[in-house]
């Protein structure tokens, strides 16, 4: 998000993209496009052609990202049927043709699931950044990232640029937040009585009212942590549990973590190779374990 000081224009938009001006402090005028691919496979060159119309508006340093419905290798899909060759190509055109490369990320790869299980999982890489080189120089620190499926089919992908928009976490006291399920727990009535009827006279003025309320605060926040504990850390926790499950139980990247079995369980067969195994290696386009892939590396008797 940008604050006060970021000047934002949007020039243009429809149902597949929104594009504005930006200027933000110590930084010369820039171009974010936020862009949505048709959903249809029919009617996705309209989409690129779209891309190429806008790049031709502006001559500035240029980020546009989004869900654009497409990928752009097949690495970036797993499961199901075969994307087409002749529509990721399609797509790879569109971007050369606007100068645009795409960001790359850290997280996850896949950003789309269609939340079925077994033979009928798929994912893929729908959403990304991409920038032309005048942004590149712009903003050299500039990162890409992918978030956890929350309330959507897809990750939240987020773009950052370092030394330009920082939040201070350092001397800055959280805010205090009342949460709704207190109410439930009668510790929670008890608390809040106390702290008002602590008030040795009258509520003659507002600093005494605002003593209460801080004082109350105070003691909320502190029950909250010891009797509940980090709730957003349990959320984070339970929501990796679930991402888990909906990729059928691994909790790995199969195309960017590298095969490190546990010791006890690992007996590889010499002279056999293992630096460089990806996950991915050993799982076939149905999700399953590849057997006689696995075989060639290590014992029969290893494999569950």
């Known amino acids: 998000m940008w604050n006060d000081d970021w000047e934002v224009s949007v020039k243009s938009f429809s149902v597949g993209h929104i594009d504005a001006l930006v200027q933000c402090p110590g930084r010369r005028l820039w171009r974010f496009t936020g862009f949505y691919g048709n959903p249809k496979a029919s009617s996705r060159s309209d989409s690129w052609r779209l891309l190429c119309r806008l790049k031709d508006l502006f001559a500035l340093p240029w980020i546009c990202g989004g869900d654009f419905n497409e990928i752009l290798s097949i690495t970036e899909k797993k499961g199901g049927a075969d994307r087409s060759l002749s529509a990721m190509s399609e797509f790879q055109q569109a971007l050369d043709k606007c100068s645009l490369v795409d960001m790359g990320y850290d ?7 269609n939340k079925r299980q077994g033979a009928a999982h798929v994912q893929e890489r729908l959403d990304r950044f991409c920038c032309n080189q005048d942004w590149h120089d712009l903003f050299p620190s500039g990162n890409v990232c992918t978030g956890d499926f929350i309330h959507s089919d897809h990750r939240p992908v987020v773009a950052t640029l370092e030394n330009v928009v920082r939040v201070q ?16 727990d009668e510790e929670c009535h008890d608390i ?15 600093d005494s009212i605002i003593d209460i309320f801080g004082r109350c605060a105070d003691r909320l926040g502190a029950w909250n942590k010891s009797k509940f504990g980090s709730i957003p850390k349990l959320v984070r926790e339970t929501q990796k549990q679930l991402d888990d499950l909906l990729r059928d139980g691994r909790s790995v990247d199969a195309f960017r ?3 490190v079995p546990r010791p006890r369980s690992f007996r590889p067969i010499s002279p056999a190779p293992t630096d460089g195994i990806m996950v991915s290696d050993f799982i076939g386009m149905d999700g399953a374990w ?4 696995l075989s060639q590396y290590f014992l029969r008797l290893d494999v569950d």
């Open 192 to 206: 809040v009585h106390q702290s008002w009827s602590a008030q040795d006279g009258p509520l003659e003025s507002q």
């Open 107 to 113: 997280g996850q790869c896949f950003t789309w699931l």
């Open 257 to 259: 973590d590298p095969w």
């Open 169 to 184: 976490k350092k001397d800055k006291k959280r805010g205090f937040r009342f949460e709704t399920h207190w109410l439930k």
């Open 290 to 293: 590849d057997i006689p892939t």
